[in-house]
Structure formats: structure tokens, C-alpha cells
């Protein structure tokens, strides 16, 4: 982890240090443990008004006229205001993000996003950086206005990595803190107040919760709307930049190695209307109402499933209960043991219901519930309920294993920027 040094970069702004001054130094290991340092969290405004690594590590040696431009910039005015706020809270060392990473190689980039939730995390001091607000309290906000900060991918980690979060407005003026804002904030990111003010670690919310707060929020480039979200979700994936959308499913795939949190599929619950041939999201933004899908863990999963089933059923499904903890990805699908009720039944096709181990508490405690199609020995997604048929309560409730698809088409997926399709429609 590379530094900037607070007192070092202050003095040679303030002309007090030359050609001598270290303004970035790097940290690892044990070392980096013992080092208490700040972070900045803000947009970022154009590349060209930024300050690059490069720029960065070279400023000491360039000519007076290129570093007066440099300086003359937004992105340096908010390195120098930052580590003014950490000098005030005796903090030697800060992080940003712009320069601080040296984006000319692929391995540090990727290092670097695969560590920074922990970075945030291991802060001492986060700055929150709002630069479209002169508001002097973080949650008042104008009505139908949201701050841009509140808007973009990455800083969705940056608010609750961090314990100690401070807001600033335009004027870098101290507006509030998380802790005293987290009402708010919740209501502003549907991040429930308990996360906000105690962090993941205790709260252990869904994974589709997590990924509900990131439904709205952008991204410069579309794979870091997948890769901002590797800390907040516990795992690690190499960086690809250019595999588009494929960087969601690759984010998805690796949830499911990691640990067993069926809420995964609970994406699409509110559509009443369709079908997909793939049991994983295409967007984060599909799980837009999942805000308040939460994890049902072994015992309360049986309390659920025996409100709704006979002794008989119950038994069946709670005897098979070792299977439903585990779920593994194939390359022919996610291979899952579910509970599935029959409700239709036609020439080669027949749709399920699939209970899920997790529920929504904002409509009750009962499971959740997602209609699978099964076509010949094909499964789809559903997303409306089936015409309920003469016998559907009567039918039982049947642990069964399935495969269920989690890639579309392959051959449909073109690299690049239009397929050749897609060129003929612009003719």
C-alpha cells in the first residue's frame, strides 16, 4: 500500500522542502499494520484534472511552470485539503485513490482493487468528500437532489468499510459524521442503520441485500459495477477489463463458491411478467427490491417450512436438510437441492415452485418463493405465478436435485462494442 506522506507533501507545497522531499512511500506487511493513516473518499472529476501516480511521484523534479499547473488543479486541491484534515487529526499518513495507485500495470491495479474494502476498513480517518453540496449537515439535501457522491459505484464500499466516516461539503467544512447520520444515510441508500453503525462483521446481512444498495449506482467503466463490489461481499477475482457484463456473473459464480446464501436467486421477486433462461442476474439493478431479503439459517428455515407443510412433508425435507447447505457451480449449471412443489404440468414441461432459504421481512416471515420451468430436461426462471391447478395442494413437497442454467447463449455474447448485428441496425 502506497502512502502519501501528510507533513512531507505540506512542506514542499508551502515551499519549505525541495528535490529531497518522499511525498509517496510504500507499506506492506506487518509495517503496514502498525501505520494509522487516513483515506479520502470523493468522485472523480476529469482525468485531466486529477493527479496521476506518475504526476505524483514526479513532482518534486519538474519545472515550476508544469508544477504550478499541476497544483492549479481540483484533483490536487483535494490532496492538499485532505491532508490538512489529517495533520488536524494527527494522522502522518493519507491515501487517494488517484494517486496513490500506479494504473500502468494490470497486477497492482487489480491488487489494489481486490484490497481496497480492506484499506477503507483499516482507515483511521475517512473523508467524504461531497463537492456538489455547500449544506452544512450531511443528510440535508435538497428534494428530488442526491448528492453524486451517494450516486457512484465505489463509494458505496467507501461508506461502510470505514468506522469513522467524516462528511465534507463543497467548502471542505465538517458536516457530520456516519454514526450521527446514519438515519439518514439510510434512508438516502437503503443501507439498514444497524450496517451503518456496526458495519458487516456483526450484522451479516443477504447477499442480495448487499447487492440491492449498489441497484442504482454507476460506474465509469461497466465491469467496476461488479468489481466495487468484491469487499463488500467477501470475495477475491482477477481484474478483466473488457469482459463487460461478464464481470456480474463472474462476481456471482464466486459468491457461490464462497458461502451458502441462496438469496442469490431471490433477484426479480416484485417482475410479474416474463421468463429467463439463466438463474443469476444480468445487473446489479435486478436486485433493486431486495433491500429487505434476509438469510434464514438452518433452524429457522425448518420453523418456516413447517408453518406451510404436513408433518409428513416436513419430515421429508428436514431429513434431507445436509443437502440444502451446500450448492456447487458445474459447467453445465448451479447444482442445488431445492424443496419444489409441482403446480403444472403439460407435454414436456412442468413448472415448480422452489422455496428458498431466506425471506423478505418487510412482508412477513414466510419463505421465499421463485417458479422454476423444467422443459424436457431444461430449467428457466419465472417470474409470475402458474394458474393454480385442481390438485396443486395436494401435491408434496419434494427435496429434488437440479441443475439450473446460470449462462445465456454463448454464441449470442460479442466482444467489443456493437455485434455485427447490431452495426447493420445503424445502416
Excluded at 502522518?92 to 500502468?104: A, E, F, G, H, P
Excluded at 450448492?327 to 453445465?332: P, Q
Aim: charged letters at 25%.
Amino acid at each position: 500500500m502506497r502512502l502519501i506522506d501528510v507533513k512531507a507533501f505540506l512542506d514542499f507545497d508551502a515551499g519549505k522542502s525541495g528535490l529531497e522531499a518522499q511525498l509517496l512511500v510504500e507499506f506492506g506487511g506487518a509495517k503496514l499494520a502498525e501505520i494509522a493513516y487516513a483515506i479520502l473518499s470523493h468522485c472523480w472529476g476529469a482525468p485531466k484534472d486529477e493527479v496521476q501516480y506518475t504526476e505524483m511521484v514526479s513532482l518534486t523534479n519538474m519545472d515550476a511552470l508544469a508544477r504550478n499547473k499541476i497544483q492549479r488543479r481540483s484533483g490536487y486541491l483535494k490532496i492538499r485539503k485532505s491532508c490538512e484534515l489529517a495533520l488536524e487529526d494527527h494522522l502522518d499518513w493519507l491515501w487517494v485513490d488517484t494517486c496513490c495507485i500506479d494504473r500502468r500495470g494490470s497486477a497492482e491495479l487489480s491488487e489494489a482493487i481486490n484490497s481496497m474494502y480492506v484499506w477503507y476498513a483499516n482507515s483511521d480517518r475517512c473523508y467524504a468528500f461531497l463537492h456538489d453540496t455547500e449544506a452544512l449537515c450531511a443528510s440535508h439535501r435538497p428534494r428530488r437532489q442526491v448528492y453524486r457522491w451517494f450516486s457512484r459505484g465505489w463509494t458505496l464500499q467507501e461508506l461502510i468499510a470505514p468506522v469513522n466516516v467524516h462528511f465534507l461539503n463543497q467548502k471542505w467544512e465538517y458536516i457530520g459524521d456516519k454514526q450521527g447520520c446514519a438515519p439518514s444515510l439510510s434512508v438516502i441508500t437503503r443501507i439498514s442503520v444497524d450496517v451503518l453503525e456496526e458495519g458487516l462483521g456483526r450484522t451479516s446481512p443477504s447477499v442480495a441485500q448487499i447487492m440491492s444498495w449498489a441497484a442504482d449506482r454507476t460506474t465509469a467503466r461497466e465491469e467496476d459495477r461488479a468489481y466495487s463490489m468484491l469487499g463488500l461481499l467477501g470475495v477475491h477475482m482477477p481484474i478483466l477489463y473488457g469482459e463487460g457484463k461478464n464481470a456480474f456473473l463472474r462476481l456471482q459464480l464466486e459468491v457461490i463458491r464462497t458461502v451458502n446464501d441462496q438469496s442469490i436467486f431471490a433477484w426479480g421477486s416484485t417482475m410479474n411478467h416474463g421468463w429467463s433462461s439463466s438463474f443469476l442476474a444480468d445487473d446489479l439493478s435486478q436486485f433493486r427490491d431486495c433491500s429487505t431479503v434476509e438469510n434464514t439459517d438452518r433452524d429457522k428455515f425448518h420453523r418456516i417450512l413447517g408453518k406451510s407443510l404436513s408433518k409428513r412433508a416436513f419430515r421429508r425435507v428436514a431429513s434431507a436438510e445436509e443437502r440444502n447447505r451446500t450448492f456447487a457451480v458445474t459447467n453445465d449449471g448451479i447444482h442445488i437441492w431445492l424443496p419444489l412443489r409441482l403446480h403444472q404440468r403439460s407435454t414436456g414441461s412442468e413448472i415448480f415452485s422452489a422455496t428458498l432459504s431466506c425471506y423478505d421481512s418487510q412482508k412477513g416471515s414466510e419463505a421465499m418463493i421463485i417458479f422454476i420451468q423444467k422443459y424436457n430436461s431444461n430449467y428457466s426462471r419465472l417470474f409470475r405465478a402458474p394458474l393454480p391447478a385442481d390438485d396443486e395442494g395436494k401435491q408434496p413437497v419434494k427435496f429434488q436435485s437440479v441443475l439450473l442454467p446460470y449462462r445465456k447463449s454463448i454464441h449470442r455474447k460479442v466482444r467489443g462494442p456493437l455485434s455485427p448485428q447490431a452495426r447493420c441496425n445503424f445502416s
